[in-house]
């Protein structure tokens, strides 16, 4: 065997490792997933201000005894309910109402963390993410939640197709967009909450923003796109914890970087016309 | 037979008053242009007839259900004004697009089956279209964007065709292709409420005329509305009546 294969064996021989890579590739399909929907429907920053908002459920997690994680998702999934009504009620502006709910809640999070500073090392590990501390149970919780994400999105998907075409004419066919809204903010916020222990609060919302965005510029169809997302995700997660490994980087920066990368590779093949003249040809 | 009832509508925008009073009825086989200025509200009443703004005063009664409990999702067929709220380099080709419009009235499994794809080239040949159903929607011209928007709004057999100013932005050459389609269409039996700023092409096309502006000013048949003087209400009365003769 190679000297390459006999390393990655040896990487994928310890178990942190091993539960890195399985959390992050379910963290990066249902982020994959979801993402298409945000990014097209022009909601690609919602991700940060859920991130923001499940900064309070961590630092209340941590001073209340409970699991960070669980505070985390519940923060995101009433917070994220909360700025869609306070859009729907209040008739505030989308990113008005994300800066308001985010705002407070990460307010809590910050008093909440002066007051009982024994537990900052520990925020920091959720805000700059943690892969290799991650825990047996936050591994199966992780896998439990992107595979109920995935499986949601499978039974809705057109629905979910139409209102981000064109929310209007879905509504006049019979699709129930409020529902579908709340459904697809709440996706969300589970799936921030995931993606927290990969790349951390700071980075949540990148795994949703930068697959999409980058498999936009291959020019393909719906479908296709949601495909390559989801390859591209699960690539920059392998590619970045294994450079991360070799070279002792740190996970998250490094994960989010090989998407970058990623971008700028397909933009640039893109501006030179090979996506472009691979659709001409199937039409 | 009435298949659209419209009876005492008002609707404000905020404080806003956008309609008032409004009642007529569409029986089937018509094709009603709904002219009107700027800002009079025919784009709203489109939506409250389609139930994508909620009702406040009076009542919408479509195929014989109140719009407020309406469950024949697929016999309307909606094209909306292109540029308003829609993802115009939205990545999907021809035959995704065409085939939402059918799934999304069907129930789970919302999948395609042999006979829904028949329906799909069916639609897209109805339209000219079918050439160019693996091609994605944002490499189309505007005229082209519009007939597949059509075949979307064809595809689950629709009783009424809703269309809000499909022409704008398009060519004159396509807009006049555009409106001999929908004359075909009300031909086979569909029935077209058509919402306009074209007051010229339009007269040659469609069956009745609604003139609103807040109020219903007028409605009937273009030679009635050529009879009566409502210049001091809607501008265009001479150019519609001149274009007809």
């Known amino acids: 065997m190679p000297a390459e294969g006999i390393k990655m064996l040896e990487m994928l021989s310890f178990g942190f490792m091993q539960k890195a890579f399985v959390t992050g590739i379910f963290a990066a399909i249902a982020c994959s997933l979801l993402g298409t929907f945000l990014v097209l429907r022009r909601y690609a920053l919602i991700g940060d201000g859920i991130a923001h908002i499940s900064f309070g459920g961590v630092a209340a997690g941590l001073l209340f005894g409970a699991a960070p994680f669980t505070g985390a998702l519940v923060f995101a999934i009433i917070g994220s309910i909360a700025i869609l009504r306070l859009k729907e009620k209040a008739y505030l502006y989308g990113d008005s109402a994300i800066g308001m709910v985010s705002h407070a809640s990460l307010g809590i999070g910050i008093f909440i963390a002066s007051i009982a500073q024994g537990f900052n090392v520990d925020i920091l590990s959720y805000l700059f993410g943690s892969i290799l501390a991650i825990k047996t149970s936050e591994m199966i919780l992780s896998i439990a939640l992107a595979t109920a994400i995935a499986l949601t999105i499978l039974v809705f998907y057109n629905d979910l197709f139409h209102m981000t075409y064109d929310e209007e004419s879905a509504r006049v066919s019979g699709v129930k967009v409020s529902v579908l809204n709340t459904l697809l903010i709440t996706l969300t916020a589970i799936t921030v909450v995931i993606s927290m222990r990969v790349v951390g609060l700071m980075l949540a919302s990148s795994l949703i923003v930068l697959p999409p965005v980058s498999a936009l510029q291959t020019n393909s169809g719906f479908k296709k796109t949601i495909g390559i997302t989801t390859l591209i995700a699960v690539i920059s997660v392998c590619v970045g914890l294994t450079v991360a490994y070799y070279f002792d980087f740190a996970p998250s920066g490094t994960i989010v970087l090989v998407n970058a990368c990623i971008f700028i590779m397909l933009f640039l093949m893109n501006k030179a016309g090979i996506f472009s003249r691979t659709s001409e040809q199937s039409a | ?245």
């Not at chain 2, 089937?28 to 139930?51: A, E, R």
């Not at chain 2, 329906?119 to 929607?137: G, H, P, T, Y």
């Not at chain 2, 809703?162 to 398009?170: R, S």
């Open chain 2, 1 to 245: 037979m009435s298949i659209i009832e419209v009876k005492g509508v008002s609707f404000k925008h905020g404080s806003t008053k956008v309609l008032e009073d409004v009642t007529f009825s569409v029986d089937k086989g018509d094709f009603v242009g709904l002219i009107g200025p700027n800002g009079s509200g025919k784009t709203t009443l489109l939506k409250l007839m389609l139930g994508i703004y909620p009702m406040q005063e009076g009542s919408i009664r479509i195929l014989g259900q109140d719009i407020r409990d309406f469950s024949k999702h697929s016999k309307l067929g909606y094209v909306p004004q292109k540029a308003a709220g829609m993802n115009t380099d939205f990545p999907a080709t021809v035959k995704e697009v065409v085939a939402m419009g059918l799934l999304s009235t069907k129930k789970h499994p919302k999948i395609i089956k042999k006979t829904d794809r028949r329906r799909i080239d069916s639609a897209l040949e109805k339209v000219s279209m079918q050439q160019f159903k693996e091609r994605r929607i944002d490499q189309l011209s505007g005229g082209q964007q519009q007939r597949v928007l059509i075949a979307k709004a064809l595809v689950s057999s629709p009783a009424i065709l809703f269309l809000d100013e499909p022409t704008t932005g398009i060519d004159q050459q396509s807009q006049e292709q555009f409106y001999d389609l929908l004359s075909k269409l009300n031909k086979s039996g569909i029935t077209i409420m058509l919402v306009t700023h074209d007051t010229g092409r339009i007269t040659r096309h469609v069956t009745k005329l609604a003139s609103l502006n807040m109020r219903l000013d007028f409605y009937g048949t273009h030679k009635e509305f050529c009879a009566l003087d409502k210049e001091h209400h809607f501008g265009h009365t001479h150019s519609l009546c001149l274009l007809r003769e």
